[in-house]
């Protein structure tokens, strides 16, 4: 059966990969499974169509056949325990990976989403700029923690698995804020994932949709 994901017409961040549904490509791409895009527009996500299968109208979706899935997590989950390529065989190195995949959505992505919030849709406020270096030091806590964790490991257990996987896509959205190369053993990490050819892949994709946007910046 064919695998549908959903993905921005117009990405808000003209192509450079933060967009949820990279990692999706990348997970497929890592699992060696072809795949077809349907692109939505911002106006498209909020209709009853949409929201059938994404009741937040936010995308990613992924269908195939009668299943449908909404949530990073949830679907590279699936993808991972279904095709080879993302998580190990040793059950207690499997359910590690999937820990990881939890604390990458669960407890270092939601200060990197709260400091978007502030730059994005508050920087007009006048506490804006007593807000920032609070978020800044929340980051920073989370970074610190997970680098110690890291250390001069490639990956953060053993072989590359889909916990770095989503690791790696949520520490992109640091990259414009400068605050991931004060981690030099971070920053590689996120350099690595980068290199693999999957994830060039995936980016080569979504960067193909969202080019001329870009190149009208």
Do not use: C
Not at 43 to 58: C, D, E, I, T, V
Not at 148 to 158: K, M, N, P, Q, V
Not at 191 to 196: L, M, N
């Amino acid at each position: 059966m064919t695998i549908t994901i959903t993905a921005f017409s117009k990405s808000p961040d003209q192509g450079m990969g933060l967009a949820r549904d990279t990692r999706v490509r990348w997970a497929l791409e890592e699992a060696g499974l072809p795949y077809e895009v349907r692109l939505v527009s911002f106006r498209a996500m909020k209709q009853r169509a949409h929201l059938g299968m994404q009741p937040f109208g936010q995308i990613p979706t992924y269908q195939e056949g009668d299943l449908v899935l909404f949530e990073t997590g949830a679907i590279i989950l699936h993808i991972a325990e279904h095709h080879a390529g993302l998580l190990p065989n040793d059950a207690h190195a499997r359910a590690r990976a999937i820990t990881w995949m939890f604390a990458a959505v669960n407890t270092v992505e939601p200060p990197i989403l709260e400091l978007v919030t502030a730059r994005i849709f508050e920087g007009d406020k006048p506490w804006s700029k007593e807000r920032l270096p609070l978020v800044h030091d929340r980051i920073r806590n989370r970074l610190r923690q997970l680098s110690t964790r890291l250390g001069d490991a490639d990956w953060l257990d053993g072989s590359f698995s889909a916990g770095d996987l989503m690791m790696v896509h949520v520490l992109l959205r640091l990259r414009l804020s400068g605050l991931l190369d004060e981690f030099p053993n971070l920053a590689a990490y996120v350099a690595r994932g980068e290199a693999r050819p999957a994830y060039q892949r995936a980016f080569a994709d979504q960067w193909a949709i969202n080019k001329p946007a870009a190149k009208a910046r």
